[in-house]
């Protein structure tokens, strides 16, 4: 059923059984994806989903339920799904839909250059990938994971207050994981590119080749003795640690008691060469969005500024409640998942030293560049991590030998505290919304165990 | 659900560029999720997933996609726009589809439609309650109830076609302890393949407050010790070590691209003799039980290792052909969007014969795990991780101070021959597993074990 019509009946019956306000919010992705396997296409895949969301005040409570079947005979049970979500919420703060921002900048996303590429060029970039990464080096023994996907997102928010926001994005993402081996040692190494312009732009071959440096760099690591070192986090480890505790910064994590922040905004909670900042508008953020799942137009903005907290995240509801402004960090995962607060690209803004010059400057440290079990070793309540990672060991300025079977312990707020310099190499961790990107990051003492 | 017809005529046109198999897919879900925070609740949501995916094979190449434009037309679209990716000449292939009813071995009762919203909301507040009343420094509590009902139909063109309905809930249990500034959490979450009569013999109080017990234990407990030591990791949800340390590695994904630890290595001595390990998909009703897998082959017990020898591994259709093996019911996958692969569905460490008192007692100095947390490994390097969400030091044959934010890291064939306790205490716990078909309920268990030495992740020194 076509998607204009299928809403104007929702509507129609919805305010027939008492819905006052409405809103639909869809979602529709086309995506291929191609898998290469020793010189060979492993797996193709083709999907297209659509879905839509529908929410409603009913009785001043805000009813949601979700569909992916667009027919007819679903818009009942939708409704009468809605309804009933609607009757047993007890947190009876009355929330309204939204409708609409004076304005909304525009994010562009969506380049004709990737639609236009056609299977075979995908294939090729596959195959291409996996072999300049086993053809790196002898010692690399297996491309275990290789992949190629371009994906085309459209979103879509309406509702009977008049709100009427559309976005439509494109991506193309390369994906190597390379294996080394040398006598009995086996590491392993991960690299990913992602552009929202076109081929070249993905630059493959130095994904690949980056894979397989990352894994033969790690042959015949080893522990070390359980001290407090210095340690530089790598930007993509920094920033995959930051994004397991974005909750920190949501308004509603702060109401309901669960944010190591709430209460504190105006005070100092981190070192003051930390500024942390949302930037939904970025040309090239893998979060980019011009309005949030609520419709509300998106900025940048700075939560931490100078090590002072300054905001946290909101949706119109916590924002009511704080008695701010909504920051337009409404977000929907999918169409199947209810809203939540999160950020759209959550930054540490970088410092001006490189990489090289952080480890030049490092007498005797580690250079953590990769955190392994993130979700399982971050407790986001309370702020402490003790997470595997691997990385090298620096000894008078230089990469000396690479290190595993370690862990790095501590409280992210403790390591924002402990910042002596940041990194000029500002990097993203991740492809979709609520991305984190970060600079390395060098602190003065981790807890690391070992041996 | 699609009619056999329809099916036949959409495996047909897959098979017409010469894939040499073709199968289908249908989901029709219900889920329902209403999340209680405080003891009120905040957030309801429902809906229905609902599409088709299509497989096609051409040896070991498969082709994989999925639309939820289920109308004739589009089905026969995708399926000849599938097909396209494959340039061989059409087989002489007959389909003969032929419908096969399932004798279901998870007796389901209660549907969750056939329950009011309010009842489960009464079941939510129950362990609120509880969790709220252990302890004056429970300061706040995160109930989550989530249901589904699954119907699913699979056909295949060597003639398969049955339909199949899954039934699930759980009620996940989150209690924060607060002490100055500082918050820990304790978490449950019972679930089962079953009806909602799973309710109706579940002490949900004890879970909250085993949950609430959890939280204001480690926020009194300080800092676990670093380093090498030897590790008591008791039963239930610390199966999550064989699941992590071995289960993925035992996975065809892995094995049969040779990128796994434990490739060719079936008959070897692999693990402590001590270990026998169980992936059992036909448990009845446990959570991550089937009577049929995802590609619609029936479930079934499977021997992974057995006295430390490795004599099994989880395959699925495509890895079976890459390997040269059969199937052993393991294909799983999240949704009609993911393309079915080799997954686990019930894994544990079968029960030994010490006494978990016996255990603690014979053990001078260790670090005791009562509950962990989750885990991720990397199955190229065997390298594992998971976290501890209750510890405590074993000094001298006694358990004593409670410790909180330790890690557990190491290697799986490395901490499978260095087990050199099994208990008699085996139990189950539930998770979700996450890998490349997506996330799925699986259960992990074992009873308690002893492992002579792990790292320990803590942020104080040595012992």
Not at chain 2, 420 to 436: A, K, T, W, Y
């Amino acid at each position: 059923m076509e998607l204009k019509a299928f809403q104007q009946q929702l509507f129609t019956r919805g305010k027939a059984l008492g819905f006052t306000d409405m809103e639909v919010y869809y979602q529709a992705a086309r995506d291929t994806v191609v898998r290469a396997f020793q010189g060979e296409v492993d797996s193709y895949t083709i999907t297209e989903k659509a879905g839509l969301s529908f929410r409603g005040v009913w009785q001043g409570k805000m009813g949601t339920a979700f569909t992916e079947q667009i027919e007819e005979q679903a818009i009942d049970d939708l409704l009468r799904q809605a309804k009933e979500n609607a009757e047993i919420l007890e947190n009876v703060d009355p929330e309204e839909l939204f409708a609409g921002s004076p304005s909304y900048r525009e994010v562009n996303q969506h380049s004709e250059r990737l639609l236009h590429l056609s299977s075979e060029q995908l294939i090729e970039t596959a195959i291409r990938l996996e072999r300049v990464a086993l053809q790196a080096d002898p010692r690399i023994d297996l491309v275990n994971y290789c992949q190629v996907a371009r994906s085309e997102g459209e979103t879509f928010i309406s509702n009977t207050k008049g709100l009427d926001c559309h976005h439509k994005s494109a991506r193309l993402l390369g994906y190597v994981s390379a294996v080394a081996k040398e006598a009995e040692q086996v590491s392993s190494g991960m690299e990913f590119g992602m552009t929202f312009v076109d081929l070249d732009a993905l630059n493959a071959e130095e994904v690949a080749r980056q894979a397989a440096s990352e894994a033969l760099a790690k042959l015949n690591g080893d522990t070390i003795e359980s001290d407090d070192y210095p340690v530089i986090l790598r930007n993509h480890a920094a920033a995959s640690l930051l994004k397991a505790f974005t909750s920190i910064f949501s308004g509603e994590a702060a109401e309901k008691g669960l944010s190591l922040l709430q209460d504190r905004i105006g005070e100092q909670v981190v070192g003051a060469n930390i500024t942390i900042l949302d930037d939904p508008l970025l040309p090239e953020g893998p979060g980019s969005m011009p309005f949030d799942a609520e419709g509300v137009a998106t900025a940048q903005r700075s939560l931490i500024q100078d090590g002072q907290l300054l905001t946290f995240l909101h949706n119109n509801k916590t924002a009511k409640k704080a008695g701010v402004a909504t920051t337009g960090n409404a977000v929907k995962a999918s169409y199947r998942a209810a809203a939540t607060i999160a950020p759209h690209n959550l930054i540490i803004a970088p410092g001006e030293q490189s990489l090289d010059e952080l480890i030049a400057g490092t007498e005797r440290g580690l250079l953590l560049v990769e955190f392994q079990g993130i979700h399982a070793g971050t407790n986001s309540v309370s702020g402490d991590f003790s997470l595997s990672c691997l990385g090298y060991l620096i000894e008078q300025g230089k990469v000396v030998r690479p290190v595993n079977q370690i862990t790095a312990s501590g409280n992210i707020l403790d390591l924002l505290k402990q910042v002596d310099a940041l990194g000029d190499d500002l990097r993203f961790n991740g492809f979709g919304s609520g991305a984190c990107g970060s600079p390395s990051l060098k602190v003065k003492s981790l807890s690391i165990s070992g041996k | 659900m699609l009619s056999q017809k329809l099916t036949e005529d959409v495996l047909t046109a897959a098979l017409d560029t010469g894939g040499d198999f073709a199968d289908l897919f249908m989901e029709d879900k219900t889920v329902s999720t209403i999340k209680m925070i405080g003891g009120a609740v905040d957030r309801a949501n429902s809906g229905r997933d609902y599409g088709v995916g299509l497989r096609i094979l051409d040896g070991m190449f498969a082709v994989y996609a999925y639309t939820n434009d289920l109308s004739r037309d589009n089905l026969l679209q995708v399926a000849r726009q599938a097909a396209q990716a494959i340039r061989g000449t059409k087989r002489d292939l007959t389909l003969d589809l032929r419908k096969s009813v399932l004798t279901p071995r998870h007796l389901i009762r209660v549907l969750p439609q056939d329950v009011t919203k309010a009842r489960k909301v009464e079941w939510m507040r129950r362990a609120h309650e509880a969790a709220k009343g252990y302890d004056p420094q429970i300061s706040q509590t995160e109930v989550l109830f989530s249901d589904e009902d699954q119907n699913v139909l699979i056909a295949n063109s060597d003639g398969l076609f049955v339909e199949d309905r899954r039934v699930r809930t759980r009620m996940s249990i989150t209690a924060v302890a607060t002490k100055g500034s500082e918050k820990q959490s304790g978490f449950y979450g019972p679930g089962a393949h079953r009806g909602l009569e799973f309710y109706d013999n579940l002490d949900i109080e004890w879970y909250a407050r085993e949950a609430a017990r959890t939280a204001v234990t480690m926020v009194n407990a300080d800092y676990a010790p670093s380093g090498k030591m030897p590790v008591i990791i008791d039963n239930e949800f610390g199966g999550v070590i064989f699941h992590e340390a071995c289960g993925h590695g035992l996975e065809a994904t892995s094995v049969a691209k040779k990128a796994s630890v434990f490739t060719d290595k079936v008959g070897e001595l692999v693990a402590s003799p001590l270990v026998t390990a169980i992936d059992d998909g036909t448990i009845p009703n446990a959570w991550g039980s089937l009577n049929i897998d995802d590609e619609g082959t029936p479930t079934q017990r499977n021997v992974l290792i057995e006295n430390g020898v490795l004599k099994s591994y989880l395959i699925d259709k495509l890895g079976g052909r890459k390997m040269g093996m059969a199937s052993t019911g393991s294909s799983r996958r999240e949704s009609y969007k993911f393309a079915p692969t080799s997954r686990m569905n019930n894994t544990y460490i079968a029960a030994g014969d010490s006494m978990p008192e016996e255990i603690i007692a014979d053990t001078e100095y260790a670090l005791y795990c009562k509950y962990l947390g989750g885990g991720s490994v990397n199955t190229a390097t065997g390298e594992f991780n998971f976290a501890v969400r209750e510890g405590y030091l074993v000094r001298n044959g006694k358990i004593e101070q409670p410790v909180r934010g330790a890690t557990l890291i190491g290697k799986g064939i490395d901490v499978l021959q260095k087990i050199d306790r099994v208990g008699n205490n085996l139990g189950f716990g539930q998770g979700m597993c996450g890998s490349i078909s997506g996330s799925i309920p699986a259960d992990v268990g074992q009873p308690m074990i002893r492992v002579s030495e792990l790292t320990v992740g803590g942020r104080k020194g040595a012992k």
